[in-house]
Each structure stands twice: as C-alpha cells, then as structure tokens.
C-alpha cells in the first residue's frame, strides 16, 4: 500500500477538526503528518488502522474487513433467509450502514390506540445497537485472516459475533463492570476522535441496563476464537 489508497478528501476533512489545513500542506509535509497519526507506517505503507478508517478500498488489502448480516424467519441459523448483506467500505460507513440494515429488518408491530399508535414490542434504542456494532469493529482480531463480523437476527433475538477473544487481562464479568481494554488502540483513537466512542468504559453497562430494565437478557460468550454478544429481542 502507499499514500495513493487514502482518501485524501476525508483525511483533510478529519484535520480540520483540529484547525489543520492538510490540503495545503507539502506531500513531505503531509507524509510526516500521516506518520505521526500512524495512518502511515515508517515504511510509507498504509497501516491497518489508516486503511480502515481512511482507505479509498480497505477490502482490497483487508477482505474480510467488513460485516455480513443476515436475517432469519425463526430462532436457528436453518431458518429461512430473509435478508443477507455484506457491508464494507470504512469502518464509520460499515458501523452507520449495519445499524440502519438491522433497523429496517426488525420488525415493529403496533396498535392504534384513539389517536395514537403503540408498540406491542419492545425495541431498544439506536444506541444499544451501535454500541454493540462499535465494539465489534474496534476491538475485533483483524489478524485472523477468512472471518468477518457476523450479525444474525433471528424472531427472538440478535447476535453480534466478533473474531477474536478476550484480552487476557478482561472478564466477562469485568466487561460488564466497565472494565476496557484497546485490543486496536490506533483504531480506538481514531474512532474516539470521529465521536464513535468515548473510552470511559460506559458502553457495555448502558446495554445491559438497557436489557435488565426492560426485562430482556443478554448473553456475552467466547467461543474459540471469537465473542459472541447474544441480545434477546
């Protein structure tokens, strides 16, 4: 890889948060800039982080970087197949796009009620589905070469599933405590700074708040080499 698979456009528009004008800066200029923000490696190759967040074709080089959906009509993966997506581009495109798909494919039955029209099912807020999907991109093993994220509805729950383990150092029980760790710390940093999170460790306690009060269970779970998140709908 080299400086020509960046998109250049977004990696000015992402400076100019900070009231840095890198379109006009000097290639030796912007090549140091890039170095330093480890969006380029010492080698002048595109780091895995660079590709990710700011790659012109990150599934070029990265195939299996992206997030496959599928939707089923039933509680196993044999059911029928109502929908299937692969979502890739960016990792900010990938995390919008997947939480619009899986927003479309739940379905939300209602009752008119005089002039008003009530649930008759629960559905979370937007944010617990993006927490999820943001953990699942930042913190994935983007080493182990033929996975993807996966994510599979079916009637009565989501399942969100991620290559690679926990980090040594973290539980299951010290995830939901708030307890974090940066598997991917150049990508965390990058996507802290684009708003996608903010690295206070609240993101995992809110959903199961979110699940607990209105009476639904989620299941965290290793397996192999992956995690799996299961939310009952």
Do not use: W
């Amino acid at each position: 890889t080299s400086i020509r698979d960046l998109n250049l456009t977004k990696i000015d528009q992402y400076f100019n948060r900070y009231d840095m004008d890198f379109s006009s800066e000097s290639i030796e200029e912007k090549t140091l800039l890039l170095k330093n923000t480890d969006i380029l490696s010492e080698e002048h190759t595109v780091t895995v982080a660079g590709l990710l967040i700011f790659g012109i074709n990150p599934q070029k080089y990265l195939r299996n970087a992206i997030i496959s959906f599928a939707h089923f009509n039933g509680n196993a993966i044999t059911s029928e197949l109502i929908d299937k997506q692969n979502i890739e581009s960016n990792l900010d495109y990938q995390i919008d796009m997947a939480l619009s798909v899986i927003k479309n494919n739940l379905l939300n039955p209602s009752n008119i009620n005089g002039t008003k029209r009530e649930s008759k099912r629960f559905i979370y807020e937007d944010k617990v589905f993006r927490e999820l999907l943001v953990n699942a991109c930042v913190h994935r093993n983007y080493s182990i070469y033929g996975s993807s994220i996966r994510i599979f509805l079916f009637n009565d729950r989501i399942e969100f599933i991620s290559p690679g383990r926990l980090p040594n150092t973290i539980t299951i029980e010290k995830l939901k405590g708030g307890v974090s760790y940066a598997v991917n710390p150049v990508i965390v940093k990058f996507m802290e700074n684009l708003r996608y999170i903010d690295k206070l460790g609240r993101g995992i306690p809110m959903v199961c708040k979110e699940a607990g009060k209105n009476n639904k269970e989620i299941l965290f779970k290793e397996l192999g080499e992956e995690f799996k998140v299961v939310l009952y709908l």
